[in-house]
């Protein structure tokens, strides 16, 4: 099936420690994001990428990088410059901006807490 | 003024009867425009999108834009228990052209009572 795949669904982090965490699609789309959200809060854009070897800085990106090796692979690395990670992390993904203005769909995201 | 408003709710509607939901914003060259449910731990997921002014519709939901007014809707229609979830609004800005990056609401809670 197609769609967007997150891992690990819940991931602990230790003080000092960068974490990893994996968002996958295999629906040929362009451009990929990740998003923070807070209890109760909405979402919060980190970074985004529109294609292959291409990122940018979105609202809150400070501790934290991105890379986009490969269409299909955007991961997001917590490093320990992040000082309150506690979050839900929700990667996204869409066709790309040569296709209009096309909807971006969800992976079941990432909960990150702090040990 | 903050880009866009929702009202967090929660909004308690009975089980058969019409659901509203409400969101302004304020960038006037927003061009599109999205409503996502996000049950409880879960991720969002696309309801419906529109992109000109006027209603449209599917299945039991209808959107409504209206660009002059800045504000879009979401209506529900003969609301279940399952309809209970936050919406969130989501918007493309004009300062956002040449990209996709979309502008979130906080969401508003619905709980439809049976």
């Known amino acids: 099936d197609g769609g967007i795949t997150q891992s690990p669904k819940y991931l602990f982090r230790k003080e000092g420690q960068n974490v990893t965490l994996s968002c996958e699609q295999n629906?040929?789309?362009?451009?990929m994001y990740w998003y923070r959200q807070d209890p109760g809060q909405g979402l919060r854009l980190i970074y985004y990428?529109?294609?292959?070897?291409?990122?940018q800085k979105g609202d809150i990106a400070e501790g934290y990088s991105v890379s986009r090796e490969k269409k299909e692979s955007f991961p997001l690395t917590v490093t320990s410059a992040q000082k309150n990670p506690t979050a839900f992390y929700l990667c996204?993904?869409?066709?790309?901006?040569?296709?209009?203005?096309?909807?971006?769909?969800f992976g079941d995201g990432t909960r990150l807490s702090i040990l | 003024q903050k880009e866009v408003e929702q009202n967090s709710g929660p909004l308690s509607v009975p089980e058969g009867a019409i659901a509203s939901l409400n969101c302004t914003y304020s960038?006037?060259?927003?061009?599109?425009f999205f409503w996502y449910r996000q049950y409880s731990g879960k991720s969002p997921e696309l309801i419906m999108f529109i992109y000109s002014n006027g209603d449209k519709e599917d299945g039991r939901f209808t959107a409504q834009l209206n660009k002059a007014s800045q504000y879009v809707s979401l209506l529900i229609r003969d609301s279940q228990p399952s309809d209970s979830a936050t919406y969130l609004c989501a918007f493309k800005g004009a300062s956002n052209f040449g990209n996709e990056k979309l502008t979130f609401g906080t969401g508003t809670r619905l709980t439809i009572i049976p």
């Open positions: 990428s529109q294609i292959v070897n291409d990122f």
């Open positions: 960038d006037r060259g927003s061009q599109s």
């Open positions: 629906l040929n789309h362009d451009a």
């Open positions: 996204a993904s869409s066709m790309g901006r040569s296709r209009g203005d096309q909807p971006q769909h």
